[in-house]
């Protein structure tokens, strides 16, 4: 079980959003550097980053503030937000990214995204990010007629390491995950899911450690980690014993 903290980069800093709203972004920190490296020095095994801006315009937009993050870190970085081409793949893969995440692509292109998981095994996450089920495009802008499973069961044997489970009506809200919904997607794919979206408290890390939520590869949290109400130590010192 991984705990995955979170850096959202909006114009070069780390904010955190409320429902995906660029219009309600909180700044956390100036320097996303910095808090890379806090986290990795507080023990956390893996970092997660999203390019706000880029999943807004379709490109890497925050391209310096993930270049610092990578010279800043040894763990490795799962990098989304923007990427809906090979060559925009292949880029961050070669800086150094571990895993890319592909979201947007995913819905529009799905034979982009078995060719690079072919092309890159275990190194490809497909992001989808749901509204009342169903899936959310274009940095959540738009909503799609298709479901978050049936999104998934498209890339069932396409190689993908991961699927990033972000239910949006949760995400920055500090009401907790959608355990049901999460459990019940991962339940119904053979890819390993990681939760996102609304994690709020301790209560919510010790939910993670019961067993039905075993199926899962981890989860992500952003804003209950940035302003304390999730404290790095007790949470990951919680995950090891229970694992």
């Known amino acids: ?24 972004a909180t700044v956390f920190n100036d320097d996303p550097t910095a808090q890379a490296a806090a986290f990795e020095r507080q023990g956390f095994q893996w970092l997660h980053v999203v390019d706000l801006d880029g999943a807004f315009a379709g490109k890497p937009m925050n391209g310096r503030a993930v270049d ?5 870190v040894s763990f490795p970085v799962q990098l989304g937000g923007g990427i809906r081409d090979m060559t925009t793949v292949e880029g961050w893969l070669a800086k150094g990214v571990a895993r890319v995440i592909i979201g947007t692509a995913a819905v529009r292109d799905p034979a982009f995204v078995r060719a690079a998981a072919r092309a890159h095994p275990g190194r490809i996450v497909v992001g989808i990010d749901a509204r009342d089920g169903m899936v959310a495009v274009e940095g959540w802008a738009e909503t799609s007629t298709l479901s978050a499973a049936d999104l998934g ?10 699927i990033v489970y972000t239910d949006i009506a949760r995400d920055g809200m500090l009401g ?30 010790e939910r993670l ?6 199926i899962l590869e981890g989860a992500i949290t952003g804003r209950a980690l940035y302003d304390g109400r999730i404290d790095p130590a007790t949470a990951l010192a919680r995950i090891r014993e229970a694992a």
């Open 1 to 24: 079980m991984i705990l995955f903290p979170a850096i959202d980069l909006k114009n070069g800093q780390c904010v955190r959003l409320r429902q995906g709203d660029m219009d309600q």
């Open 68 to 72: 610092a993050i990578l010279k800043a």
């Open 209 to 214: 450690t019961q067993a039905d939520a075993a």
């Open 153 to 162: 069961r498209r890339f069932e044997d396409a190689g993908v390491a991961a």
């Open 176 to 205: 907790g995950i959608n355990w049901d919904g999460t459990i019940a997607l991962a339940k119904a794919l053979s890819i390993p899911v990681i939760a996102s979206g609304g994690l709020a408290s301790m209560a919510d890390i």
